[in-house]
């Protein structure tokens, strides 16, 4: 029987991160994965391989849109997808073998199987037991499913399926306007599918800033993909080659149906926490199927703690990795902490979408007085350049005090700028300390300067 300080079960960003914090703050760290390679969902079905496929439809993209404008003649390329696909394995192997080289150059052990708790303070991973004086649950999430629609992976697809198509679908129906559904149907729209998207709500991506909402559908409609808004699917039949979407529009309670080569299902995430012993454990659960944790991630099970995507909080790789820090930092005796209020958000279509902090539309709620600063990418000449003029920055500040209490990016490099307004946040910056700092020109991220401006005696390039 081995024995641990900490053995965390699941390798994504939330336990593998936690794990290397661990092991540099002397913890003996085990780590219990039982997929093939480390890195979870993120690395090897989510956010890693989606950005490879998004950064080879995007260069078609460019290659039909913009090419000719700049002088750049020739015949656009065409798409070989066997090989698409292997480019997008190939960056997945990179980054799965990198934690395994992360984890060795830490002296993080991999105990390879899938782990159950017997009880606080051992996981049983098939017949071995291994003694832990800690236990960090970090068992991330799967697709969830939807009622009348049946998932084969091959013809109606979740997002791990859509990273690996038999083929590039004519035609492509996606179950929700979230972020998978955008970000995966940006690249077959890029692809040449017609892609068709069915969302219940009256806006895409629930609980973004109304104005970015608004200009990233009309971005995305002139980019050739077709919504369907205010509609719920009701069931999807499948036939041998294709499949009929059965939706009701909610304004009127009328049916209709679509048919489609492929259906992507992406109507959110659940928390995964099957098989690991808990409710024998007794491990209280929040009303949402998710582990319940108190301010230091620990569970009702004292010894058991939790992060990322199986407890409360947005489902984000990096919301767990911080998760991950700082529980760490807590089994080592320290005061791990993480700022809820300061988490960004990014889509990453084009242009990329970006958000951190307060929604005007929940200042509102709050009815707390502020000002907003806009600046269009229209006025910053780096952005006019590489034909990347759409969208826009949105700094909102506290009226009286001028502290920035969030922003919101469409436009180019949106997932970067979006940091500079992070660690302003951070440091209780207002948006005249951003726009007393100097920023190179020519950059993407005048425009962020000149947002902050906006709130103060007005942007120079409007
Ligand atoms: P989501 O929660 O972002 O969006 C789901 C959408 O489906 C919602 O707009 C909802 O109204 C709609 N919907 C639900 N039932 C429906 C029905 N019957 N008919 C039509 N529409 C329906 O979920 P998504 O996109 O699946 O993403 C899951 C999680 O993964 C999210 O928490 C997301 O943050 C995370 N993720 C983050 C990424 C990033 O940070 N770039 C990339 C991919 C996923």
Same mark, same amino acid.
């Given at each position: 029987m081995a024995s641990y300080d900490v053995i965390i079960i699941g390798a994504g960003p939330g336990g593998y991160v936690c794990a290397i914090r661990c092991a540099q703050?002397?913890?003996k760290t085990a780590v219990v994965e039982g997929r093939a390679t480390l890195g979870g969902t993120c690395l090897n079905v989510g956010c890693i391989p989606s950005k490879a496929l998004l950064h080879a439809s995007h260069m078609l993209h460019e290659a039909e849109h913009n090419f000719a404008a700049m002088g750049l003649k020739? $015949?656009?390329?065409?798409?070989?997808? $066997?090989?698409?696909?292997?480019?997008?394995?190939?960056?997945?192997? !990179? =980054? #799965?073998?990198?934690?395994?080289?992360?984890? +060795?150059? =830490?002296?993080?052990?991999?105990?390879?199987?899938?782990?159950s708790i017997p009880e606080a303070g051992r996981v049983k991973v098939g017949e071995d037991i291994h003694e832990a004086k800690k236990i960090v649950i970090a068992s991330g999430s799967?697709?969830?499913?939807?009622?009348?629609?049946?998932v084969d992976e091959k013809i109606v697809v979740t997002s791990t399926g859509a990273l690996?198509?038999? $083929?590039?679908? +004519?035609?492509?129906?996606?179950?929700?306007a979230g972020v998978i559904g955008l970000e995966m149907g940006s690249v077959y729209a890029r692809l040449g599918a017609e892609v068709t998207v069915i969302e219940y709500l009256d806006a895409i991506t629930p609980g973004m800033d109304g104005e970015v909402q608004k200009t990233f559908q009309r971005t995305l409609k002139k980019q050739g993909l077709n919504f369907i808004m205010g509609a719920a699917v009701q069931s999807v039949e499948t036939l041998k080659t294709k499949a009929k979407v059965n939706y009701k529009l909610r304004k009127d309670d009328s049916t209709h149906q679509l048919d489609a080569d492929t259906v992507l299902l992406a109507t959110g995430r659940k928390p995964y926490t099957? *098989?690991?012993?808990?409710?024998?454990?007794?491990?209280?659960? &929040?009303?949402?199927? !998710?582990?319940? &944790?108190?301010?230091?991630? !620990?569970?009702?099970?004292?010894?058991?703690?939790?992060?990322?995507?199986?407890? /409360?909080?947005?489902?984000?790789?990096? $919301?767990?990795?911080?998760?991950?820090?700082?529980?760490a930092e807590v089994l080592a005796g320290k005061h791990g902490h993480v700022n809820y209020g300061v988490i960004p958000g990014v889509i990453y279509t084009h242009p /990329?979408?970006? =958000?951190?902090?307060? #929604? /005007?539309?929940?200042? +509102?709620?709050?009815?707390?007085?502020?000002k907003v600063g806009k600046f269009s990418f229209m006025g910053n000449g780096r952005a006019k350049a590489v034909?990347?003029?759409?969208?826009?920055?949105?700094?909102?500040?506290?009226?009286? &005090?001028?502290?920035?209490?969030?922003?919101?990016?469409? *436009?180019?490099?949106?997932?970067?700028?979006?940091?500079?307004?992070?660690?302003?946040? /951070?440091? *209780?910056?207002?948006?005249?300390?951003?726009?007393? #700092?100097?920023?190179?020109?020519? &950059?993407?991220?005048?425009?962020?300067?000149?947002?902050?401006?906006?709130? *103060?005696?007005?942007?120079?390039?409007?």
């Open positions: 703050l002397g913890l020739g $015949k656009s390329p065409s798409v070989d997808w $066997k090989q698409m696909l292997a480019y997008k394995d190939d960056v997945i192997g !990179q =980054n #799965t073998k990198g934690i395994e080289f992360l984890f +060795k150059k =830490n002296k993080v052990d991999w105990i390879k199987g899938w782990g799967v697709p969830a499913s939807l009622p009348g629609v049946e690996e198509l038999g $083929k590039i679908p +004519k035609s492509l129906v996606v179950i929700g099957d *098989g690991l012993g808990l409710a024998e454990l007794g491990v209280e659960m &929040t009303k949402r199927g !998710q582990i319940a &944790t108190d301010d230091h991630w !620990q569970t009702s099970v004292k010894g058991i703690y939790a992060i990322g995507d199986a407890i /409360e909080g947005p489902m984000l790789a990096h $919301k767990a990795e911080d998760e991950g820090m700082a529980v /990329e979408v970006a =958000n951190v902090g307060a #929604t /005007e539309e929940s200042l +509102k709620e709050q009815g707390r007085a502020y034909f990347a003029g759409d969208g826009f920055v949105k700094i909102l500040a506290d009226k009286e &005090t001028d502290r920035i209490l969030g922003a919101h990016i469409i *436009g180019p490099a949106a997932g970067d700028l979006i940091h500079e307004i992070c660690v302003a946040m /951070e440091f *209780g910056a207002s948006a005249q300390d951003l726009a007393m #700092t100097c920023h190179a020109h020519p &950059t993407y991220s005048e425009a962020v300067r000149e947002a902050a401006l906006a709130c *103060g005696d007005g942007a120079i390039h409007a």
